[in-house]
């Protein structure tokens, strides 16, 4: 299995290579040379399968026992999934009326992010190992960013990472911008691994000061310094799995007749930087039949490409109810119109270059078709948001995130016909935004771990505002990137 980048300027490249590269060197993102199919017997041969055996077998599609043996693959994999509150790792709640959401939040930080984030950080502490050197991993916790990552991206970091030998995770959030749980997860770590950092600014702040110290080549090969948002491959591909996972369970594939065709599953994915929905579509390339609806926000990029071929910011973003998918650039679907354009690097370069310089783009009208086909779209409003809350808990007794309230809006405003099943992505847990459960009127008694935060120690750094701010925080980063490194090559702590 090779990798090539969506922008046809690199290919050939490993999965180790891909693993530890983020964007390609041509500013496009990595995707295997070749999807591998999965046929009509492969799919039955793994309904049984715990959700932690099915991403080894998904993983080992992507990644050659060359580089992974498969005894050293289930070992990561097994250990990056433990932990999570419940066995099974995923759960699947099923309501009244055909309502199926699949819970993805059960891990440390209860959002979705845990399950590829700790698989990847585990693939990276494995290389780091085999090779005995280390990295430093320099996360950006947004709120919104273009191309960025959620607030929920630094927690996720810091829980995969901490306590691991061959890396260090340098997380930088904007203060006040992110829900208290979110910055109780990342400043209550103490592991001498982690660095946390309150930034007063904002998201695109923040990107600025990183751009620089990602600018000098220098620092970046001799601190081993590397992003791990969503553009990485890893994350995405382990995001396969509980696409696969949702159709062993919830399709009805076991009903069918042996020689027949596999029956379809309707998954409804809430959708800010695509990654998820991207990862859905290449499953439907793989063989599974899906139909796929991507339901967004306020922030209706991906509604309006879809629907009316505008590829195009709007002025500024909208803040809403569901914080997370508040993204106006949903640079994952870079990765579909790769493969709906027939892996068309040129064509994906022209529209993505165009895009990012003047952050819009007219999709020609077959190719909005191509789109069209395959993926489905809405947009809901925050008092849409609020009543699927109450009318969820109304019939059900259940509290939605108000994130899985975008797709479940989907459900009481889009009926469909009994013989498709349906498949709703829960997200996050409502623990993390217990703001918009109150404003839904609603109450939800907080897990026993998150209780526990505010009795925690916290530590963390302030990056004052300041006359030359740009410069003071990348000085205050490059010194503690340095300073860790320093440390690590004594062998010793370096919080003492």
Not at 169 to 175: G, L, N
Not at 311 to 319: D, I, K, L, R, Y
Not at 376 to 387: A, K, M, N, Q, W
Not at 451 to 466: C, G
């Amino acid at each position: 299995m090779q990798y090539c980048s969506t922008r046809g300027g690199v290919h050939g490249w490993d999965f180790h290579d891909v693993l530890f590269s983020g964007y390609a060197p041509d500013g496009g993102m990595f995707m295997p040379e070749s999807v591998p199919m999965l046929s009509p017997d492969t799919l039955r041969s793994w309904r049984g399968l715990t959700y932690t055996q099915l991403v080894v077998e998904v993983a080992s599609l992507f990644i050659p026992t060359q580089l992974i043996p498969r005894q050293d693959l289930e070992v990561l994999v097994g250990e990056a999934l433990t932990g999570f509150s419940v066995p099974e790792v995923l759960r699947i709640a099923w309501l009244k009326e055909g309502l199926s959401v699949l819970e993805l939040f059960h891990g440390d930080t209860l959002a979705f992010k845990d399950l590829a984030m700790t698989c990847t950080v585990r693939f990276l502490n494995y290389f780091l190992r085999k090779q005995n050197r280390r990295a430093t991993v320099l996360v950006v916790s947004l709120w919104v960013s273009s191309p960025g990552t959620s607030g929920d991206t630094g927690g996720s970091a810091i829980q995969s990472t901490k306590g691991l030998s061959g890396l260090d995770v340098v997380v930088v959030y904007p203060r006040g911008r992110i829900t208290p749980v979110q910055e109780k997860h990342m400043i209550t770590c103490l592991d001498d691994n982690v660095h946390v950092f309150a930034a007063h600014g904002s998201a695109d702040d923040i990107d600025r000061t990183l751009r620089r110290l990602f600018a000098d080549q220098d620092l970046v090969r001799s601190h081993g310094l590397m992003s791990l948002n969503s553009v990485n491959w890893s994350r995405v591909m382990i995001q396969l799995a509980h696409f696969i996972y949702a159709y062993l369970e919830l399709s009805g594939m076991e009903q069918a007749e042996a020689d027949g065709d596999l029956p379809e599953l309707e998954v409804v994915v809430p959708t800010g930087g695509a990654g998820n929905i991207a990862a859905g579509y290449i499953v439907k390339q793989m063989g599974l039949p899906l139909k796929l609806v991507a339901m967004v926000n306020s922030n209706d990029i991906v509604h309006r490409m879809v629907t009316t071929g505008d590829f195009s910011m709007a002025a500024n973003v909208t803040q809403t109810l569901a914080p997370a998918i508040d993204i106006q650039d949903p640079y994952n679907m870079e990765r579909m119109f790769w493969l709906l354009l027939s892996r068309d690097g040129a064509s994906v370069k022209n529209m993505m270059e165009e895009f990012q310089q003047s952050h819009r783009h007219s999709l020609p009208e077959n190719h909005r078709k191509l789109l069209s086909q395959v993926l489905s779209t809405g947009t809901v409003t925050d008092e849409g948001i609020l009543e699927t809350m109450r009318r969820c808990w109304e019939e059900n007794q259940y509290v939605l995130c108000p994130h899985t309230a975008v797709a479940v809006w989907h459900h009481y405003h889009c009926p469909h016909s009994p013989s498709l099943n349906r498949c709703y992505i829960a997200t996050a847990s409502p623990a993390k935004f217990q703001a918009a459960v109150q404003r839904a009127g609603l109450t939800f008694d907080l897990p026993e771990a998150v209780l526990a935060l505010d009795k925690l120690a916290t530590r963390y750094q302030n990056l004052e505002r300041s006359l030359n701010w740009c410069e003071d925080w990348e000085d205050r980063l490059r010194e503690k990137i340095q300073s860790v490194s320093s440390a690590r090559k004594t062998g010793g702590n370096y919080y003492r």
